[in-house]
């Protein structure tokens, strides 16, 4: 054996030893070293080549007892004493030869011996795109970043009676993460409306009050990229114990996991561990929960457990106090009818109200002018004539499978399932709305339709709208969607 590598594996072991109290929540510290020894005396490292340590196990008890028992500890001590990014790899021996007491390497030879099985788990994350921060749990847990953004504070949050019953809870979660009945706090409504910025805000706020707990915020796209690349590389169980250390998940879109039943298996599983642990679970969603789509009934009920808290676009006065304390930032001053003209004009949310105003900002500084009620009136015209331009049917087929959490060969596809078959509908009632297309253009768009399908779609969103408060919904929130 390379006497560099032993030494290198000895200094592992005792750092692990050195950490086994910590690690564990066990005061008898001589029962857990003895447990550890008798484990690690039948570890061996045979060779560390390119950053792959291959460690051989006397079998796959072993092997698993480790994973299980001691990995966060093991991938600490390697990552201290050989540094980043080591891979391993294990050498499970199925049988021994007779009369031998060590077992046999994976470089010995001999007619009794079979080959190795050699089985991988990275100790330092599952994957590229999924990275473990954590050290060892229990000993340390080094910052991460929990993808918070500083402007999306309480501070820079402007409440008004569209979004007040919302804003109380939120802050009075950040005080008590975890330990609120508003747990966990479900946050939905329309397009821009200040869902994200809520729930970051609470995010920031627990950082700032309780600097030792885990914040992670991220899209509903990203943990499901996260699961995908963690089950090709067979690490659903590492996907799991990475999220069960955070201790407030803020989850953005929840509405996207319609229709993806593996990933929905993950998070409901994830979801139960940290509400039985105390720990604090924010989402948003363009829907309530009983909107969203195929989607599984016991997480739809868990949505419901805490609070369900609805947002709606700003009113008038709102939309006054969120100009002003933008434009404020900038040292900007408007005067009171340019001002109630901007309010007037932003009406769906405050996304599009902050690119009016930024946009104005923007105009007036590139041609040095000052700010007028002639030159918001001429900006916001551009702004109105460039949207017009861009909604054509590629990009309304784009808003309604967004909206409905499907792809769009979902939607082009002749399959009758009604989840499908009515954002069809839509889609083909909104191509006729805001294109110039003709009934048999649409057709061919959607997939090879004959202009009847269309007709008929267009007639049926209009006459069901009318007398279904749950159709008539869509076609308001998608409307918004697309003009904006």
Not at 84 to 97: A, I, Q
Not at 131 to 137: D, E, G, I, L, S
Not at 166 to 180: E, F, M, N, Q
Request: hydrophobic content about 40%; glycine content about 4%.
């Amino acid at each position: 054996m390379d006497e560099n590598l032993m030494l290198i594996w000895q200094k592992c072991l005792q750092f692990m030893r050195d950490n086994l109290n910590a690690a564990e929540d066990n005061s008898d510290l001589k029962k857990l070293e003895k447990s550890f020894d008798l484990l690690f005396d039948k570890v061996q490292p045979i060779s560390l080549v390119d950053n792959n340590l291959t460690l051989m196990v006397p079998s796959d008890f072993y092997k698993e007892y480790i994973e299980d028992n001691y990995l966060s500890l093991l991938s600490a001590a390697l990552k201290k004493n050989i540094g980043k990014g080591v891979k391993l790899w294990y050498s499970v021996m199925e049988n021994k030869p007779s009369g031998m007491e060590k077992p046999v390497t994976m470089n010995m030879r001999g007619k009794s011996v079979p080959t190795p099985k050699v089985q991988e788990t990275m100790p330092q994350g599952f994957s590229a795109n999924i990275v473990n921060p954590f050290v060892v749990p229990g000993i340390k847990k080094v910052n991460i970043d929990s993808n918070l953004k500083s402007d999306f504070s309480f501070d820079n949050y402007v409440e008004g009676e569209s979004n007040k019953f919302a804003a109380t809870v939120a802050r009075s979660i950040a005080k008590r993460p975890g330990a609120t009945a508003f747990n966990p706090l479900f946050l939905y409504g329309g397009y821009g409306v200040g869902k994200t910025h809520l729930g970051q805000a609470v995010g920031l706020e627990v950082k700032s009050q309780f600097p030792d707990k885990v914040v992670l915020y991220l899209s509903s796209e990203k943990f499901i990229q996260q699961f995908i690349s963690a089950a090709k590389a067979h690490k659903q169980t590492e996907f799991a114990n990475f999220y069960q250390m955070v201790d407030v998940l803020i989850i953005d879109d929840i509405q996207f996991l319609s229709g993806k039943s593996a990933t929905q298996d993950s998070f409901f599983h994830i979801f139960d561990y940290l509400h039985q642990n105390g720990k604090q679970i924010i989402l948003t969603s363009d829907k309530a929960p009983a909107d969203i789509m195929d989607i599984q009934d016991r997480i739809v009920s868990r949505f419901k457990w805490g609070l369900s808290a609805e947002i709606k676009s700003p009113d008038l006065e709102t939309r006054k106090k969120i100009i002003v304390d933008k434009l404020s930032r900038d040292g900007i001053v408007l005067t009171d009818d340019m001002l109630d003209f901007l309010a007037s004009e932003a009406k769906t949310n405050v996304r599009e109200l902050i690119g009016v105003i930024n946009s104005v900002i923007a105009y007036s500084t590139i041609y040095k002018s000052d700010l007028s009620l002639e030159l918001l009136k001429e900006t916001i015209n551009k702004i109105a004539a460039n949207q017009k331009k861009i909604i054509n049917i590629p990009y309304i087929q784009e808003v309604v499978c967004d909206y409905f959490g499907i792809k769009r060969e979902q939607l082009l596809s002749k399959t009758r399932k009604r989840e499908i078959a009515l954002p069809r509908q839509l889609a083909m009632y909104f191509a006729k709305e805001f294109t110039n297309a003709t009934f048999t253009k649409i057709g061919e768009e959607m997939g090879g339709k004959d202009h009847s399908t269309v007709m008929y779609a267009c007639e049926t969103i209009k006459d069901v709208s009318k007398i279904d408060k749950e159709v008539k919904k869509y076609v308001k929130e998608l409307t918004e969607k697309i003009k904006h």
